[in-house]
Each structure stands twice: as structure tokens, then as C-alpha cells.
């Protein structure tokens, strides 16, 4: 059974940080693009960060970049995302999903990502 389970969340006052991760299981994660992605209460879902299988190579979106870094261990099946820094406009639930075209580069399209996690909330505030 293919799943993402994605933990770590909580409540951080501005200027914390979190990390977050995303075990996988019934697939090898690293075959496949990763990508972050969160939604604000009221807002679209947006792209934050993805990592391609490829060759490891990242991007993140301009609102988080300096701050969080994305990275792989591919011996535990988990892709993390540390966030630093953190503001309240980060305020969120954050999901992970995996995008099952193989080796594929990663890119911020919500619909090319086939699988998701249930989300963990991310709370910044005082």
C-alpha cells in the first residue's frame, strides 16, 4: 500500500524553526520527484519546495528561499524539510507528494504530483 506520511509540524513562535518529514512506504522515494507543498486557511495550495530523483537538484519557491532547504535520506525512505526563520505568513498545513514519472525533475505543478500525504499544520505565532 503506497502511503506518505508526513510529521513534525506544531506551533513555533516567529522566528523558530521546524522540520518536517516525509516517510514513504510501498515505493522507493527516491525514484521519484518530492515535492512540499502548503495551504493557508482561505488560499490556494502553493508549491514551497520539491527535490528531483535525478540528480538531487532542488528548487524553492522565492517566499521561502534562504530559508527552508529540502533534502533526502534514502536509507530511511524519508524526504525532510527544514524551516528556519520562521514567519507567521508560514502558517499553514504542509503536505508532501511524490510525483511518480520516473527520474524526473522536479517542478512546482500541482497536477503532475500523484500521491499525497494527509498534511501536518505548521502554526507560527506569539
Known amino acids: 500500500q503506497l502511503q506518505l506520511v508526513e510529521s513534525g509540524g506544531g506551533l513555533v513562535q516567529p522566528g523558530g524553526s521546524l522540520r518536517l518529514s516525509c516517510a514513504a512506504s510501498g515505493f522507493t522515494l527516491d525514484y521519484y520527484a518530492i515535492g512540499w507543498f502548503r495551504q493557508a486557511p482561505g488560499k490556494e495550495r502553493e508549491g514551497v519546495s520539491c527535490i528531483s530523483s535525478r540528480d538531487g537538484s532542488t528548487y524553492y519557491a522565492d517566499s521561502v528561499k534562504g530559508r527552508f532547504t529540502i533534502s533526502r535520506d534514502n536509507a530511511k525512505n524519508t524526504v525532510y524539510l527544514q524551516i528556519n526563520s520562521l514567519k507567521p505568513e508560514d502558517t499553514a498545513v504542509y503536505y508532501c507528494?511524490?510525483?511518480?514519472?520516473?527520474?524526473?525533475?522536479?517542478?512546482?505543478?500541482?497536477?503532475?504530483?500523484?500521491?499525497w500525504g494527509q498534511g501536518t499544520q505548521v502554526t507560527v505565532s506569539s
Open positions: 507528494a511524490a510525483d511518480f514519472r520516473p527520474l524526473a525533475m522536479c517542478v512546482m505543478t500541482i497536477g503532475l504530483y500523484d500521491y
